[in-house]
């Protein structure tokens, strides 16, 4: 009796291949919206920073970078935690300078807010975003993206000037608010921005360690 010839096993079917949408490291849509997100919740922090500097200096905003620093870690961190990918960290500081800009601010304040964050995009990107040290020099630096406000106080006087009365400020304001420029407070408002911008990242840091990855949300 003849044996009947065995049929050939067929190959086995090519793993798929990644489409070029699908390729990490690369924003897609789903991180664009949670950078929307993040940058909304950012912005609200940032009001609450303004009415808080308001509040402790008067007229004066020269801290107004200080105070958000050291609250907006959180939604800093969980934003990075979330994205994880080049451009996110910078795509956030190009919308708060937009607004900054179309807001009547100098064009440096938009300047301000594309260098500082994209330098601590890198600067986290040197990590993976994974590594807690390099993540959080990321968010020092990106805090002084909003001293694009407040640079033009001791770098462009006349023109902040001119700018404020065109907006119908005062005089009793605009006296009040340069009397504490001087190139002493540069120096403090600077330090203030590296100090309040530890702090808060860290606290980011535990919060996000703490409640966020435990929930699954980060």
């Known amino acids: 009796m003849t044996q009947q010839p065995t049929a050939a096993p067929s190959p086995a079917p090519a793993a798929p291949q990644p489409t070029s949408a699908a390729k990490p490291g690369r924003l897609a849509i789903p991180d664009l919206i949670s950078i929307g997100i993040f940058t909304a919740l950012y912005f609200v922090c940032v009001c609450v920073a303004t009415l808080v500097s308001t509040l402790i200096a008067g007229a004066g905003t020269i801290f107004l970078p200080a105070v958000a620093a050291l609250i907006c870690g959180p939604v800093f961190m969980l934003s990075v935690a979330r994205v994880g990918k080049f451009g996110g960290i910078t795509v956030m500081g190009v919308v708060i300078g937009l607004f900054l800009f179309v807001s009547g601010h100098f064009a440096l304040s938009f300047v301000a807010s594309i260098v500082f964050p994209l330098a601590g995009d890198l600067i986290a990107r040197i990590g993976n975003y994974k590594n807690r040290v390099t993540i959080l020099i990321g968010y020092v630096v990106f805090c002084y993206g909003l001293t694009g406000p407040i640079l033009?106080?001791?770098?462009?006087?006349?023109?902040?000037?001119?700018?404020?009365?065109?907006?119908?400020?005062?005089?009793?304001?605009?006296?009040?608010?340069?009397?504490?420029?001087?190139?002493?407070?540069?120096?403090?408002a600077m330090a203030a921005i590296l100090v309040c911008g530890l702090i808060g990242g860290w606290f980011g840091q535990r919060i996000l360690k703490k409640h966020f990855v435990k929930a699954g949300i980060a």
């Open 152 to 188: 033009p106080l001791w770098f462009m006087k006349d023109a902040y000037v001119a700018s404020l009365e065109a907006r119908g400020k005062s005089a009793d304001y605009i006296n009040t608010l340069f009397s504490q420029i001087s190139v002493g407070s540069f120096f403090v």
